[in-house]
């Protein structure tokens, strides 16, 4: 215990030193994160509650925190919020068939000896369940990249207001271009750091490499990965054009006005 407060403590020193106020709220939205996600899956033990709707409903405040309490509200983050719901739901849609189609959802062969003692029959549905943690592991990068190309984007504008909204939309994509490279190789790498045990699980097992790559439990995980790459992929033209859209809209409605004055 005394351990994850001195951790803890040095983590808050250090984003506040460097990050002042919003290191600070970053810092607080840690834990506002958590309690969204514990509550989530709390209420999705509740036989009758839709996991998809709760996924819906916590990636939004989950966005919110993210976005909102440590930006603050402004024209990048409002925009970079309406690029992230619209993925999310986008790329949800999308997993439930990859789920359903893989037949990911439940436990793996390997799990049956830890689960003997327990029921099964406890009333959700697993497509969806499966469907929700790939979502939930995703928001966090999701809302990452969006606010990283909806920032630059208002700058560019902001020094080049005469700026098309193709050369903007462009200017969009190529920051997310050195985005994406980035952000996919640290999923990957954070899903297999946390599940390296995973692999030597498989090893004591003597699985071969066809055992692996089939097995639920590795598949579940590979596909995990790819569907966040995805939806980091997805979020970037999303963003870019949204942004492009909203400021040279904003430029024309000023120009408007200041005729009619």
Request: neutral net charge; glycine residues 6%; contains cysteine.
């Amino acid at each position: 215990m005394n351990v994850l407060l001195w951790l803890a403590a040095i983590l808050l020193i250090l984003m506040i030193l460097i990050g002042g106020n919003k290191g600070k709220r970053s810092f607080i939205a840690i834990f506002l994160n958590f309690g969204v996600i514990f509550f989530t899956i709390f209420i999705m033990t509740i036989p009758k509650a839709d996991p998809i709707i709760l996924t819906l409903i916590a990636s939004t405040v989950i966005s919110c925190i993210n976005l909102f309490y440590i930006n603050e509200v402004n024209n990048k983050t409002i925009t970079a919020f309406i690029s992230t719901i619209i993925t999310v739901v986008i790329l949800l849609f999308f997993i439930l068939i990859v789920t359903e189609s893989a037949m990911i959802q439940g436990f793996g062969a390997e799990e049956i000896e830890e689960l003997s003692f327990f029921s099964l029959y406890i009333g959700v549905d697993f497509v969806k369940i499966a469907a929700s943690v790939i979502i939930m592991s995703t928001i966090g990068a999701i809302t990452d990249t969006a606010i990283a190309i909806s920032s630059p984007m208002r700058e560019m504008f902001h020094h080049h207001p005469s700026i098309s909204r193709k050369e903007l939309f462009a200017f969009g994509i190529s920051i997310g271009k050195d985005i994406l490279g980035t952000s996919t190789n640290t999923l990957f790498f954070a899903f297999f750091g946390g599940y390296l045990a995973l692999l030597i699980w498989f090893k004591d097992l003597s699985y071969t490499l066809e055992e692996i790559v089939n097995s639920k439990i590795f598949s579940a995980e590979l596909i995990t990965i790819f569907c966040a790459g995805i939806g980091v992929a997805l979020i970037i033209p999303i963003t870019a054009w949204i942004n492009a859209y909203f400021l040279i809209k904003a430029r024309v409605k000023n120009k408007i006005i200041n005729k009619d004055t």
